[in-house]
């Protein structure tokens, strides 16, 4: 076979050695006649895989103590629904952070069960924007604030983390999660669909600090419940067992690849790749987010007009880059450029940008 590479927002490209693995495991978990996702989750096969995955992220992440790893279904946009369940109520409000059509989808649901505060909303830029931390006025009565760290669509990231003091930071990282080190003691809670930076869709991953577990209510019903899903250890139902399998692998996979700081270089490297291309383009390529708060996992760029994008998209295809199309919302190209996303790619997709601005220019 030959791998294409694959730039897709999400589901994206997994590691190859993982995927091998999971084909050479898959019919006979490791000579025991059954496969895994034949297997009870309440049996030690499943339970081995489940506790190493998150053994693996809390050491990755270097997670405090007071901090639980869990694995829910219904991926982030559930955790848009389940955080306000939790933690707002009619006489409440929360503070956001409106940076894409992601924090704008998680704020529309907040807003059905309390007050939303928009801190900030980068709508009048188009979202091309992010403002400096330093300036964001916080209610210190909010019952959270919710930012989210890269704005997938738009291909906005936070560079800085606010200090929100008192008051939980709750943070969308479903695009960004594992691609570089993070304050995690800011944090009350991180969320991440898994389709992205970890693993197949299916389950997301939930980081929650302890304190955040003793404001769940008894009123919510018990799926919605964190703190059920806490005591647990995610195991209250049956969990999205093959997700969670796959996504222990892609963990160790990184692990042997030198974890969140070696992580981070390749992204570094990866990112200006493509944005070098942009640049040295002489306006061909054109990327309206402002350059201190590109992103570094989702790079969205315009030709001059849309027949040139189209035979660029066409011709990148015939040569093995698939995925580059622009969100349905925006247009133009978007490069997605996750972990798993091999340095090489990002080397041809330049040499073809390249090429083709020459060409077209
Ligand atoms: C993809 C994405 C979501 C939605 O994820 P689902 O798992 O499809 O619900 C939410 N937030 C961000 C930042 C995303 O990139």
Known sequence: MSRKFNFNPGPSTLPLSVLEKVRDEFVDYKGKGFSLIEASHRGKDYEDVHNTAITLMKSMLKLPDNYKVLFLGGGATFQFSM????????????????????????QADAKKLGKVNLVYDGAADKYTKLP????????????????TSNETIHGNQWNEWPDTGKVPLIVDMSSD??????????????YAGAQKN?????AAVVIIRDDMLTKCPDSVT???????HADNNSLYNTPPVFSIYVIKLVM??????????????EVDQKAANIYAAIDS?????????????RSKMNVVYKLPNEELEKQ?????????????????ALGGCRASLYNALPLEATVALANFMNDFAKKHG
């Open 198 to 202: 970890l693993g197949p869709a299916g």
């Open 222 to 228: 018990a799926y919605l419940n964190y703190k059920l």
């Open 177 to 190: 999660i594992m691609s570089r080190r993070i304050p995690v003691e800011k944090m009350a809670m991180i």
């Open 132 to 147: 400096s931390v330093s300036s964001l006025k916080f209610d210190s009565n909010a019952a959270y604030v919710h930012m």
């Open 252 to 265: 160790e996979w990184l692990n042997e690849k030198g974890g969140l700081t070696a992580m981070e270089k």
């Open 281 to 293: 383009s002489g306006g061909f390529y054109t990327c309206p987010v402002a350059k201190n708060c």
């Open 312 to 328: 660029f998209l066409d011709q990148a295809t015939a040569q093995g880059m698939i995925g580059l199309k622009g969100h349905r």
């Open 83 to 106: 955080i306000p369940h939790n933690f707002l109520s009619k006489d409440k409000s929360c503070d956001f952070l409106v940076t894409g059509e992601w924090s704008k989808k998680a």
